[in-house]
């Protein structure tokens, strides 16, 4: 008697332990996971004075500096997202093997800046480019000229040719921010 008392009580706190799970455990994980990027250091370079380079860093939004644009001037511009690991930041190739996760679009505002997404920028399957390497060509800016940068990820649909093939500042449709800086360009 005991010994079936036993098996039952046995069965009974196994029943109740099963029984008793988290129902987080049901819950699906994010599979997107990623380390957060901290810091955007953005780097152009005159196309036609190459000892003119201007780098800005970005880290929780506030710039370290501003772009000083020239009218007439072609640069080469350079994005670099850094994550942070204890006590520094470094460069993260996330954002390179999940290309086709991702996407970058820019929007001047009180400036005249053309951008064109260079031709050793990251190629998405889609044929996009990515937006880490582009070209600005500067026709005007004011004293309040920004540059706005925001990288995309996940979005629904992505358009580089927007507003134009001469002009690709890029646009997209859904998806969530993962960066949104905005940098002084006059």
Same mark, same amino acid.
């Given at each position: 008697?005991?010994?079936?008392?036993?098996?039952?009580?046995?069965?009974?706190? =196994?029943?109740?332990?099963?029984?008793?799970?988290?129902?987080?455990?049901?819950? !699906? +994980?994010?599979?997107?996971?990623?380390?957060?990027?901290?810091?955007?250091?953005?780097?152009?370079?005159?196309? =036609?004075?190459? *000892?003119?380079?201007?780098?800005?860093?970005?880290?929780?939004?506030? =710039?370290?500096?501003?772009?000083?644009?020239? @009218? $007439?001037?072609?640069?080469?511009?350079?994005? &670099?997202?850094?994550?942070?690991?204890?006590?520094?930041?470094?460069?993260?190739?996330?954002?390179? +093997?999940?290309?086709?996760?991702?996407?970058?679009?820019?929007? !001047?505002?009180?400036?005249?800046?053309?951008?064109?997404? @260079?031709?050793?920028?990251?190629?998405?399957? &889609? $044929?996009?480019?990515? #937006?880490?390497?582009?070209?600005?060509?500067?026709? *005007?800016?004011?004293?309040? $000229?920004?540059?706005?940068?925001?990288?995309?990820?996940? !979005? @629904?649909?992505?358009?580089?040719?927007? !507003?134009? @093939?001469?002009?690709?500042?890029?646009?997209?449709? #859904? #998806?969530?921010?993962?960066?949104?800086?905005?940098?002084?360009?006059?």
């Amino acid at each position: 008697m005991k010994k079936l008392l036993n098996i039952t009580l046995a069965l009974l706190a =196994a029943f109740f332990i099963l029984s008793c799970r988290n129902s987080d455990d049901d819950v !699906p +994980e994010d599979v997107h996971e990623h380390d957060e990027i901290g810091k955007v250091v953005l780097t152009l370079t005159n196309k =036609a004075n190459a *000892s003119d380079v201007q780098t800005v860093s970005v880290i929780s939004g506030v =710039a370290d500096g501003h772009l000083h644009l020239h @009218a $007439g001037d072609t640069y080469s511009a350079v994005l &670099d997202f850094q994550i942070k690991h204890d006590d520094h930041y470094h460069s993260s190739d996330e954002i390179e +093997e999940e290309k086709d996760h991702h996407f970058i679009t820019f929007n !001047p505002a009180n400036a005249d800046i053309v951008v064109v997404r @260079a031709a050793n920028d990251i190629v998405r399957t &889609d $044929g996009q480019r990515l #937006g880490l390497r582009t070209e600005w060509t500067i026709n *005007s800016t004011q004293e309040t $000229g920004k540059m706005n940068i925001k990288l995309v990820h996940g !979005p @629904a649909t992505v358009n580089q040719n927007y !507003p134009s @093939a001469s002009n690709q500042l890029g646009q997209t449709t #859904g #998806g969530e921010t993962d960066v949104d800086i905005t940098v002084d360009a006059h």
